[in-house]
């Protein structure tokens, strides 16, 4: 059962324009929903992310968006650039008793913007 | 700052055979994941180590273990070793929740 979902295999926008990359996921007990970037044989790098008491997240050309009811969250990067090109990564946690977090993880979007 | 390392780089085993991988965090943050990411499933959460600690644990069998020492740096080893755990291997050295850093991996490749 994939509590994190990412539909979107892949997406292609235009340099300059808005990318928008969507996510959902099913356990609403998740505290706190992340957003990975990934280049080939490197490790994600964190990007932003969202405590589940709010509904937005501003950070430069990053946007990240979260609708509760919904169970839905969107990362928007504005204007798109070449170097945005990579898999971008969902993910959610949740904060244990233990004062532990994993993250679950989306399948991933790969991202191409194009010149 | 120096980054999360993590060695070796790239292993090949063979079926039966065990491997331990390192992972050292950055400096100050006492938290440490693992992660194994295959094309299949994604990446999957392994376990977390805090203070010398293991504090949550994935759905992995027995096989997969891990431990953290005094300085925080972290070993996973894998025993019994399967076609199916080639994979890349990612530790993740975290002060808080909200911001958990990757290392490059540990790609190993079991034949």
């Known amino acids: 059962d994939q509590q994190v979902k990412q539909n979107s295999p892949s997406l292609s926008v235009q340099e300059g324009r808005i990318s928008i990359l969507n996510c959902d996921y099913t356990?609403?007990?998740?505290?706190?929903f992340l957003w990975y970037k990934k280049y080939p044989a490197e490790g994600p790098t964190f990007l932003i992310s969202?405590?589940?008491?709010?509904d937005k997240n501003e950070d430069g050309r990053f946007t990240v968006f979260l609708n509760k009811s919904a169970k839905h969250l969107s990362l928007h990067i504005v204007p798109s650039q070449p170097g945005d090109s990579a898999v971008y990564f969902c993910a959610a946690s949740v904060i244990t008793g233990a004062g532990s977090y994993q993250l679950t993880f989306g399948k991933g979007t790969k991202l191409s913007v194009i010149p | 700052k120096a980054g999360v390392t993590q060695t070796p780089r790239y292993l090949i085993k063979t079926r039966g055979q065990q491997v331990t991988l390192s992972c050292s965090p950055i400096?100050?943050?006492?938290?440490v994941s693992w992660y194994q990411q295959t094309p299949g499933q994604g990446l999957q959460f392994l376990f977390e180590?805090?203070?010398?600690?293991?504090?949550n644990k994935g759905n992995f069998p027995g096989r997969f273990s891990g431990r953290q020492f005094s300085n925080s740096r972290s070993e996973m080893n894998v025993s019994t070793l399967e076609l199916g755990d080639s994979a890349l291997y990612l530790c993740?050295?975290?002060?808080?929740?909200?911001?958990?850093?990757f290392g490059p991996g540990t790609r190993l490749l079991v034949l």
């Open positions: 180590y805090f203070s010398e600690t293991q504090r």
């Open positions: 969202i405590s589940s008491i709010k």
């Open positions: 400096s100050g943050h006492r938290s």
């Open positions: 356990n609403s007990m998740f505290d706190y």
């Open positions: 993740v050295s975290s002060p808080t929740v909200e911001t958990q850093y």
